[in-house]
């Protein structure tokens, strides 16, 4: 694979769709949307709150038109609006987080075929190929990943701490 050099010998090499199915998000206006705590995904983040979900959780959610290709992920049930895709276990049998952080390496927002509202084609995105090493590895590889964005999170955290001290003094 060009874009990321060797891999594992034992790992397979496929195109994207035989990795995992994009499902689109529902249409939901503010005007329709119920009171409650499930958090509504547009495809720039979250957007607002409902009182059900069309996932299973956890769920990764692909901004497919405006913010085209951002990547969310969301531990808990939620509701993927129409301007997104979501994958969800129902998606896929590779594990999630690990797919999350690739989706994040394949800079799915540095192409689009729509010229006056952005958007991401998932059938442009199914025809990517991809490592897909053994389901124990993805799970490693996602805790490893998750560990060292938590320190580097953390880091980040105590630095803005610190200039937060410093301006105070000032």
């Given at each position: 694979?060009?874009?990321?050099?060797?891999?594992?010998?034992?790992?397979?090499?496929?195109?994207?769709?035989?990795?995992?199915?994009?499902?689109?998000?529902?249409?939901?206006?503010?005007?329709?949307?119920?009171?409650?705590?499930?958090?509504?995904?547009?495809?720039?983040?979250?957007?607002?709150?409902?009182?059900?979900?069309?996932?299973?959780?956890?769920?990764?959610?692909?901004?497919?038109?405006?913010?085209?290709?951002?990547?969310?992920?969301?531990?808990?049930?939620?509701?993927?609006?129409?301007?997104?895709?979501?994958?969800?276990?129902?998606?896929?049998?590779?594990?999630?987080?690990?797919?999350?952080?690739l989706l994040i390496i394949l800079k799915l927002d540095s192409f689009s075929k729509d010229s006056?509202?952005?958007?991401?084609?998932?059938?442009?995105?199914?025809?990517?190929?991809?490592?897909?090493?053994?389901?124990?590895?993805?799970?490693?590889?996602?805790?490893?990943?998750?560990?060292?964005?938590?320190?580097?999170?953390?880091?980040?955290?105590?630095?803005?701490?610190?200039?937060?001290?410093?301006?105070?003094?000032?």
């Amino acid at each position: 694979i060009e874009w990321i050099g060797e891999i594992p010998e034992h790992w397979e090499v496929g195109k994207m769709k035989r990795i995992t199915e994009f499902k689109y998000g529902s249409s939901l206006s503010e005007e329709m949307r119920q009171s409650g705590n499930i958090e509504v995904f547009g495809s720039n983040g979250i957007v607002g709150y409902h009182n059900e979900s069309i996932t299973q959780s956890p769920c990764i959610i692909i901004g497919r038109k405006g913010s085209f290709g951002k990547i969310n992920y969301s531990y808990n049930p939620c509701f993927p609006i129409d301007t997104t895709y979501y994958i969800d276990r129902n998606s896929t049998k590779n594990n999630l987080r690990w797919l999350y952080f690739l989706l994040i390496i394949l800079k799915l927002d540095s192409f689009s075929k729509d010229s006056a509202v952005p958007g991401l084609s998932r059938e442009d995105t199914y025809e990517k190929y991809c490592p897909l090493p053994p389901l124990s590895e993805q799970t490693a590889i996602a805790s490893f990943l998750d560990d060292k964005t938590a320190k580097i999170d953390s880091l980040i955290e105590k630095k803005e701490r610190m200039i937060e001290l410093l301006n105070e003094e000032k």
